[in-house]
């Protein structure tokens, strides 16, 4: 079985689903839903990604700048098996009522509320719960890499607490308008919204994170504290997060101890755009310190989510009940390393 798949929206998220859709052998890209005729429009139109508008106003106006569209987004939602929402933050929830008209499957991203799906998702979590759902959702990058840290780590003892404090990149690069410039701006509010979007994905956990939010725009940098309920050595750490899927330990002797270091090595293994998918563990930062955990991980916030979506087509559309499957499957297509 292939499945027709529809992204609408083709920003930071968008073009990466679509073009990891591209490389699925058990899925088929329809097409895009384009809102601006933009320099992202120029390039799925160099690269044959059919574009969908939303009306004759905006087809016409793609077409006096050059730019060929095929049609209009409801003909690709009634064209598709599934939808995978990929549109600014709030926009999803109002999306959400023209894929039920049409009777459609869709997937969510983490910037929508929990309520917008029957599911939130990670795939190492909890594939199996979002088996033949008609509405998933994918949570942010910073969840996602909480989450697979945390389910990992628990497969060791039971966790008393955890404390997270994130480190946030101001901006995605494009985004010239967004700031911070110099300055480091706290979270007024605590927890921060990433730890109860944690619980959505790992259920009733006790977590509270803090975060801030610093001039670079390259990836989130999260340190961890962990309370485990049994005694746990380093080693058991390391060997557990090891062969964990989507998580590599990074050999800082090597000299990879930056977030500018990770991307620059993306750049060297001729990652498309950069991208780490993978939660990116500094390995000399894990320590047990009075019985807790330490340690830090770096989070690419434009790749992270990418293979829990194409996961979250698979379990929707029960192309697998495998969830090891998918993972391999999406991972080899992606070429998401293991390790080092």
């Known amino acids: 079985m292939v499945v027709k798949v529809f992204v609408n929206g083709f920003g930071t998220i968008g073009k990466r689903i679509a073009m990891a859709v591209m490389r699925q052998d058990d899925m088929k890209l329809i097409g895009i839903g384009k809102r601006t005729p933009d320099f992202k429009a120029l390039v799925a139109n160099k690269l044959g990604i059919p574009i969908f508008v939303e009306n004759e106003d905006e087809a016409k106006n793609f077409e006096e ?91 060791l003892s039971p966790i008393e607490k ?107 293994l001729g990652r498309p755009r950069n991208d780490l998918y993978e939660v990116m563990v500094f390995g000399k930062s894990i320590r047990i310190i009075d019985g807790e955990l330490w340690m830090s991980y770096a989070v690419h916030q434009e790749a992270i989510v990418i293979p829990e979506n194409i996961d979250a087509i698979r379990a929707a559309m029960n192309l697998t009940d495998n969830p090891e499957e998918s993972i391999r499957k999406t991972d080899m297509s992606l070429g998401v390393l293991k390790r080092l």
């Not at 594939?127 to 990058?141: H, P, T």
Request: include cysteine.
């Open 65 to 155: 700048k050059g730019l060929k569209v095929v049609g209009f987004v409801e003909d690709a939602i009634r064209e598709a098996d599934i939808i995978v929402d990929a549109a600014p933050k709030g926009i999803g929830k109002k999306n959400k009522g023209i894929y039920q008209q049409h009777g459609k499957k869709a997937i969510f991203q983490g910037g929508e509320e929990e309520s917008v799906a029957e599911v939130s998702f990670v795939a190492q979590v909890n594939y199996d719960k979002a088996l033949g759902k008609n509405y998933i959702r994918v949570v942010s990058c910073n969840t996602t890499a909480i989450s697979r840290v945390i389910h990992t780590l628990r497969s």
């Open 162 to 268: 955890v404390r997270v404090v994130l480190v946030r990149r101001a901006a995605d690069p494009w985004e010239v308008k967004k700031g911070p410039i110099n300055a480091v701006i706290p979270t007024l509010k605590i927890p921060s919204h990433h730890a109860p979007d944690a619980k959505t994905v790992l259920g009733d956990i006790d977590i509270v994170s803090f975060a801030v939010v610093v001039p670079t725009t390259i990836m989130h940098l999260h340190v961890l504290n962990v309370k485990f309920k049994e005694q746990v050595s380093e080693s058991d750490i390391w060997n557990a997060l090891e062969e964990a899927p989507r998580i590599i330990l990074v050999p800082t002797n090597l000299k990879l101890d930056s977030t500018a270091a990770l991307i620059e090595l993306a750049r060297d």
